[in-house]
């Protein structure tokens, strides 16, 4: 079975840190991973998707990297601001076509 | 746009109780999915439509029943409402499951419905 890690779970910076999140899983078998962010009581926000053959993605200050051999994917945020606040989940979608999702790092930036 | 809709926002039940929690999407997208969202447990799928007309169970599907209506609309049932079943419930599209092109695997999720069950 998919299991999928987030670390870390918490994270709180000074505005205009350079972060690294990152997601880890155990089963190499993928389709595709995606990013993304939840705000507090709202749903989910898609950031960047990167296939199984693909290395990276960029959009903006995000750069997600994918190295499936190990079973991991960071997640980069250029020059955090306040509004980067939010939680960040990463999700694995296997064979079966059902995503499994991390529990998600929490990130505060503040001014 | 609207993207995806879900209804109610919010609901309270009581044990044994039914419901049907709706989803549509306006982005004619193929598949769409109804997700549970737990503290500590994340986000977990309960049930998926592939395509239109196909229906298959996710990780914790027992509980619920899915209906695809048609490519827009997918609904989900609670037939016997249990506090198990107290959670927030989120739906969601994409244009394809997996493979192919990339940006047509982007699932896009509604705000989610707030369910409680006394």
């Known amino acids: 079975k998919q299991e999928v890690t987030q670390i870390p779970a918490a994270l709180s910076v000074p505005e205009g840190e350079n972060l690294v999140l990152n997601c880890s899983f155990t089963d190499s078998a993928i389709y595709n991973l995606q990013w993304f962010r939840q705000d507090p009581g709202k749903g989910l926000t898609s950031l960047l998707l990167?296939?199984?053959?693909?290395r990276e993605q960029t959009s903006g200050r995000l750069n997600a990297s994918l190295d499936k051999s190990s079973g991991r994917s960071t997640l980069y945020i250029a020059a955090s601001q306040p509004g980067d606040s939010a939680t960040y989940l990463c999700?694995?979608?296997?064979?079966?076509?059902?995503?499994?999702f991390g529990r998600g790092t929490s990130l505060i930036v503040h001014p | 746009n609207a993207g995806v809709t879900q209804t109610p926002k919010f609901q309270v039940l009581k044990t044994g109780q039914s419901m049907t929690l709706q989803c549509a999407q306006d982005m004619n997208h193929n598949s769409m999915y109804w997700y549970r969202q737990d503290p500590g447990m994340g986000l977990r799928l309960i049930y998926y439509?592939?395509?239109?007309?196909?229906?298959d169970k996710g990780e914790v599907p027992n509980g619920y029943n899915v209906s695809r209506l048609n490519k827009r609309e997918f609904s989900l049932r609670l037939e016997s409402a249990a506090p198990s079943q107290t959670s927030v419930y989120f739906c969601?599209?994409?244009?394809?499951?997996?493979?192919?092109?990339?940006?047509?695997?982007?699932?896009?999720f509604g705000a989610g419905t707030r369910l409680s069950v006394l």
């Open positions: 990167i296939q199984s053959s693909q």
């Open positions: 969601a599209s994409s244009e394809a499951p997996a493979g192919g092109d990339r940006a047509k695997n982007i699932q896009y």
């Open positions: 439509s592939a395509s239109e007309g196909t229906t």
């Open positions: 999700a694995v979608k296997g064979g079966s076509y059902i995503p499994t």
